[in-house]
């Protein structure tokens, strides 16, 4: 428990530290994400050791339903949009849903196969 | 003061405990409709209802959840970290498959939005729906859009994906792993990397890294939409 807590105050002061950069440096990107940038650098470089997060950060990832739940009971706030826009909006979510799970697919799948056929012919080369 | 203080422990250790109920239901009986996303926000919606409380004040008192969001997203760079190897091998697929999905995707809202007539407000709202929702949540702050909605757009655009990116994954012939663990992970971030797991270790393993790419590309972004929003 002591361990959990001790690891969850680290993250939280590299989370203030990329909150503050921002800031600062009058940064365009959300302060967590320059938190995160800042724990994956130190974990590559060593300077941040993988036990002294894992066990706070995977409890965290595990359990982040918890964390939307304010903010959907929120909406209820907003509710009248769906009343007005509910079928808009449903075109809308669906269509850029599709749009960016076939461009991804694709995209990959191109690369992929390009790479394997750049590998072969590497290969017969040799 | 005193109040303020009750309000928060109140509403916080409401939402605790009805997750940890809601999170027991679901593993007990394990339906996907039970999730406590959906259980235990219908729940608090009418317990609040029921207890004449005014949502601004259940939503004033719930200010810690914001600041777990913040260091949930910190500790996105644990399995980010764990699987560098991966990341390292395929970089190049991985960033102009991810980005150009995720691009896609904000064009396709911006173009339909403005062509349906939307107001600007839904429009920044729905930008960022398409990354994990912690970040969703902060890009939308950043533009001037409602947290609580795109919140409610990322679940429902996940789910969605979640339902129809398998089937659609099959009829159009992907056959690479990268490419089924990156769509899904870029358009159902973390349910889609679930899922992708199903298929194996390295569909999962990719569907982890695509939600963290797509918000990472999202975030960066975000001065571009500035400007072509306005």
Do not use: D
Request: proline share 3%.
């Amino acid at each position: 428990m002591v361990r959990a807590i001790a690891q969850f105050l680290t993250i939280l002061v590299i989370y203030l530290t990329g909150t503050r950069l921002v800031t600062w440096l009058e940064l365009p990107v959300p302060g967590s994400i320059v938190g995160m940038a800042l724990l994956f650098f130190a974990l590559v470089s060593g300077v941040c050791k993988l036990q002294w997060v894992e066990a706070a950060a995977q409890l965290h990832i595990k359990h982040i339903t918890l964390l939307f739940i304010p903010f959907i009971v929120g909406v209820w706030h907003f509710a009248g949009i769906f009343r007005v826009e509910g079928i808009k909006l449903a075109i809308i979510l669906a269509a850029s849903s599709l749009v960016v799970l076939l461009v991804t697919a694709f995209m990959a799948e191109y690369l992929e196969t390009k790479r394997k056929r750049s590998n072969q012919n590497g290969n017969n080369n040799l | 003061m005193g109040t303020i203080i009750s309000n928060i422990l109140l509403c916080t250790s409401i939402t605790v405990i009805s997750y940890a109920a809601g999170n027991k239901v679901f593993k007990t009986y394990n339906k996907a409709w039970l999730n406590p996303l959906y259980t235990v926000t219908v729940f608090i919606m009418c317990l609040l209802a029921l207890s004449h409380v005014r949502v601004t004040q259940y939503s004033s008192g719930t200010g810690l959840f914001s600041l777990l969001l913040g260091t949930a997203t910190v500790s996105l760079a644990v399995p980010l970290y764990k699987h560098v190897r991966m990341i390292k091998k395929n970089f190049l697929i991985i960033f102009w498959a991810v980005m150009p999905g995720t691009l896609t995707g904000v064009i396709s809202i911006i173009l339909l939005t403005k062509s349906l007539h939307m107001n600007k407000e839904i429009m920044l709202s729905l930008i960022p729906k398409s990354v994990t929702a912690p970040i969703a949540l902060s890009v939308s702050q950043s533009l001037g859009g409602i947290p609580s909605l795109t919140i409610l757009f990322v679940c429902i655009s996940a789910v969605f994906s979640l339902i129809i990116g398998p089937f659609l994954l099959n009829i159009t012939r992907i056959r690479s792993r990268i490419a089924k663990g990156l769509a899904l992970g870029t358009s159902a971030q973390a349910i889609g990397a679930n899922r992708a797991f199903e298929w194996g270790e390295l569909e999962g393993a990719m569907g982890s890294i695509a939600m963290i790419t797509s918000a990472v590309i999202m975030s960066v972004m975000i001065p571009l939409f500035l400007q072509f929003s306005f």
